[in-house]
T-cell receptor
């Protein structure tokens, strides 16, 4: 399974945008890019996913590089409730979701 | 509120006990998963069920025995566990495994297991 690389931690101020980067240089053509987050004392929560084009939903936006070797999760206005571990994961039709170490996001009031 | 319900939320058991963890979803999903998560580590896949049949076992010790009695239920039977098995056990579901790459997984909040 292809691996992803994320910064261990990031900080943001409340109500400011947050850009969470992910590198996936060994991505293959059929791999989807998924983002999940895990809030304290909760199970992981699906955030967004995409294949080639940028994606938007009510939670976030996903910007995918043209060569697909990197992507960025964008939280448009961070709130204190967005403090969590964010995981960038490449998925294939294997039934496996392989979590990396993720990025711990701290949001300052 | 999560759509995947796990019970119990907490479980303390001795190494000679037998217990079971339960997971339930009513979203019509046909793929269900068990993960193990140690403190401050990412979740690790244990088992995948597709249409009530075991499709992936990630070399999990036999003291963990999964069961999928129907499409809505997933159990994890525990026997003769070791202290290092103490962890958060997460259940998840998704629509189907064969379209897995394009489908999100929905997670429960887990059962926190402590082995004495």
């Amino acid at each position: 399974d292809a691996k992803t690389t994320q910064p261990n931690s990031m900080e943001s101020n409340e109500e400011e945008p947050v850009h969470l980067p992910c590198n996936h240089s060994t991505i293959s053509g059929t791999d989807y890019i998924h983002w999940y987050r895990q809030l304290p004392s909760q199970g992981p929560e699906y955030v967004i996913h995409g294949l080639t084009s940028n994606v938007n939903n009510r939670m976030a936006s996903l910007a995918i590089a043209e060569d697909r070797k990197s992507s960025t999760l964008i939280l448009h206005r961070a709130t204190l409730r967005d403090a969590a571990v964010y995981y960038c994961i490449l998925t294939r039709n294997t039934g496996k979701l392989i979590f990396g170490q993720g990025t711990t996001l701290q949001v300052k009031p | 509120d999560t759509e995947v319900t796990q019970t119990p939320k907490h479980l303390v058991m001795g190494m000679t006990n037998k217990k079971s963890l339960k997971c339930e979803q009513h979203m019509g999903h046909r793929a269900m998963y068990w993960y193990k998560q140690k403190a401050k580590k990412p979740p690790e896949l244990m088992f995948v069920y597709s249409y009530e049949k075991l499709s992936i076992n990630e070399s999990v010790p036999s003291r963990f025995s999964p069961e999928c009695p129907n499409s809505s239920l997933l159990n994890l039977h525990l026997h003769a566990l070791q202290p290092e098995d103490s962890a958060l056990y997460l259940c998840a579901s998704s629509q189907e495994v064969h379209t897995f790459s394009n489908q999100p997984q929905h997670f429960g909040d887990g059962t926190r297991l402590s082995i004495l």
